[in-house]
C-alpha cells in the first residue's frame, strides 16, 4: 500500500535541504577561499591614491647617508670641500665641508645646459635652431680674462654648437648666447634656472648670471652632486655628446654665409677637463674657476653598473698649471676610492606580493616595494655586488580594513651578514571592512582552514 505525500514533511525537508546547500556553498567558498590569492588590478583611482601615497611618503632625497655603517675614508683632499655619491641613488660615500657654500664658478654651466634640455624637451626649441647672437653674447664683449669659444657678428651657428662650446671651451660667450635664446635676456633666463633648482629642492644654489663668471652664483658640493644626478639621470646622452668631447674646432667656414670674404679665426679649443683621458670610465662633467671660488670640478666615471659624481670646491693654487694639479689630484683620488671600495647592485623591483584579506569587502591586495633603486655594495670580500642576497618578509594574510600604505612585511639585502638595505613592502589599496554576514563567514572559514592545516600537520 502507498504512503501518500504529506505536507507535514515539508517542515523538515525544507530546512534540511536549505541546511544542505547552504553547507555546500560554505564549503565551496572555503574552498576557494584556500586557494592562492587571485588579485585584481587597481581601477584608475586606486592607482591615483597609491601612486600619490608613494610620491609623498617615499620620495627619495637626491642625496642620502649610506643605510648602513662604514668606516670613515681618512684620506686628504686639497679642495677647501668635496663630496662623491653613488650616481644611481645618491648615496654619500665621502664628505668634507659637503654644505659649504662656494661659488660654482664655471660649473653654472651644468645648470644652464639642464634648464636648456629641460626647453628642447617642452618643444621650445631644437638643438638644429640657429641661434640670433645679440651683441652681448659676442667674445669681444665678454669680460676679461673669460673663457670663451669666439662668437662673433654674423656668424651662423646652431644651439648643438653652443653646448659643445659651453662644455668644451667653457664659453662664456655661448651661455650668454643661449640664455637670451631661451628666455631673451640673461636676467629672465636666471630666474627660470633658479625656479628649477627650488623644484630640485636645492635651497642654497642660485644664479646671476648664465656663465658662472660672478662669485655671486652659489652652490655647495651636495647640492651641485645632487643637481649632476639629475642631470645625468634626465639627459644620458649629454655626456657621450658633450662632457666627453675633448676638443672643438670653432669658427669654420661653414659658420659664415656662403658669400663671406672676411677672414675667419678658426682655432682648436681642447676640453678644460684633464680627467677625461686619466681616470678609467671618466666622462663628464664639469670645471670651474673664480678667485673667490678657487678651483672646482665636478666628475662622473662609470665602470660596469656603476656610476660615481665626485664634487670638489675651493682647491687651492697659483695660477692654472697648479690649480689643475690640485683638482686633478683630488679627483682622481675621490674617484678611483669609490670605485676600489664600492660597487653598484643594479635595482631589480620585486615582484607585487599577493596578501589574502579576510572580513574585508575585498578579499586580495598586493604589498609591493615603497621604493626601488640600487643598492650600494662595499667591497667586503671580491665580488661583493655578485653575492648580493635579497629576502622577502611579508605577511601572507591579514585581517580588514587595511589602508593604503600600510606596511605588510619588507625587502632584505645584505652580504656576507652584513644588511645594507631594507625596503618596506606596502599595501597597494585601500580595502575597507565587510558587512557582518561577510565578516562572521570569513571568521568561520579561516578557522576551519586554519583547523585543516593543523590536521594535515599532524597526520
Same mark, same amino acid.
Given at each position: ?317 697659483? =695660477? *692654472?698649471?697648479? #690649480? ?5 689630484? &683630488? $679627483?682622481?683620488? /675621490?674617484? !678611483? ?67 593604503? =600604505? *600600510?606596511?605588510? #612585511? ?5 652580504? &656576507? $651578514?652584513?644588511? /645594507?638595505? !631594507? ?37
Amino acid at each position: 500500500m502507498k504512503k501518500h505525500f504529506n505536507l507535514k514533511h515539508l517542515f523538515w525537508i525544507v530546512p534540511l535541504v536549505l541546511l544542505i546547500g547552504c553547507c555546500a556553498a560554505f564549503g565551496l567558498y572555503t574552498y576557494s577561499r584556500s586557494l592562492p590569492v587571485d588579485v585584481p588590478p587597481l581601477t584608475e583611482e586606486q592607482q591615483i591614491q597609491f601612486s600619490g601615497f608613494l610620491a609623498e611618503n617615499y620620495k627619495e632625497p637626491l642625496t642620502r647617508e649610506l643605510p648602513y655603517p662604514v668606516k670613515p675614508a681618512s684620506f686628504f683632499i686639497y679642495a677647501k670641500a668635496g663630496i662623491i655619491i653613488d650616481a644611481s641613488n645618491g648615496c654619500v660615500l665621502y664628505e668634507k665641508n659637503a654644505d659649504e657654500i662656494i661659488p660654482p664658478a664655471s660649473m653654472a654651466k651644468i645648470a644652464l645646459m639642464y634648464v636648456t634640455f629641460e626647453a628642447i624637451k617642452n618643444g621650445e626649441t631644437s638643438l638644429d635652431t640657429v641661434v640670433d647672437l645679440v651683441p652681448e653674447s659676442w667674445a669681444k664683449n665678454a669680460p676679461l680674462q673669460s673663457s670663451v669659444m669666439g662668437l662673433g657678428p654674423n656668424q651662423i651657428v646652431t644651439l648643438n654648437e653652443l653646448l659643445l662650446g659651453l662644455s668644451v671651451a667653457s664659453g662664456n660667450d655661448a651661455a650668454t648666447a643661449i640664455a637670451c635664446h631661451i628666455s631673451g635676456s640673461v636676467e629672465k633666463f636666471c630666474e627660470r634656472e633658479n625656479a628649477e633648482m627650488e623644484k630640485l629642492g636645492l635651497t642654497h644654489t642660485r644664479f646671476v648670471d648664465a656663465s658662472g663668471y660672478s662669485e655671486l652664483n652659489l652652490t655647495t658640493p651636495r647640492e651641485f652632486a645632487a643637481l649632476a644626478r639629475v642631470y645625468i639621470e634626465r639627459y644620458p646622452d649629454a655626456l657621450k655628446t658633450y662632457h666627453s668631447a675633448e676638443s672643438l674646432t670653432f669658427p669654420t667656414a661653414d659658420n659664415y654665409p656662403p658669400d663671406w670674404t672676411g677672414r675667419i679665426n678658426t682655432r682648436k679649443m681642447y676640453a678644460t677637463n684633464r680627467l677625461l683621458d686619466i681616470i678609467e670610465g671618466c666622462d663628464g662633467l664639469k670645471t670651474g674657476f673664480i678667485y673667490e671660488s678657487g678651483y672646482n670640478i665636478s666628475l662622473t666615471a662609470k665602470r660596469g653598473d656603476t656610476r660615481f659624481i665626485s664634487v670638489t670646491m675651493g682647491g687651492p693654487g697659483i =695660477g *692654472t698649471a697648479e #690649480g689643475n694639479k690640485y683638482r686633478v689630484a &683630488d $679627483g682622481k683620488k /675621490l674617484q !678611483e676610492w669609490a670605485f676600489s671600495s664600492f660597487k653598484t647592485y643594479p635595482a631589480h623591483r620585486t615582484d607585487p606580493v599577493p596578501v589574502k584579506l579576510w572580513g574585508g569587502k575585498d578579499d586580495s591586495l598586493y604589498a609591493c616595494e615603497a621604493q626601488t633603486h640600487s643598492i650600494t655594495v662595499p667591497n667586503v670580500k671580491e665580488d661583493a655586488a655578485d653575492s648580493v642576497s635579497k629576502k622577502v618578509f611579508v605577511t601572507r594574510e591579514a585581517l580588514s580594513p587595511v589602508e593604503c =600604505g *600600510t606596511v605588510l #612585511g619588507k625587502v632584505q639585502y645584505s652580504v &656576507d $651578514g652584513i644588511i /645594507l638595505e !631594507e625596503i618596506p613592502l606596502v599595501a597597494d589599496r585601500t580595502v575597507a571592512r565587510g558587512n557582518w554576514f561577510k565578516r562572521t563567514v570569513d571568521k568561520l572559514s579561516k578557522k576551519l582552514i586554519d583547523t585543516l592545516k593543523i590536521n594535515s600537520f599532524a597526520i
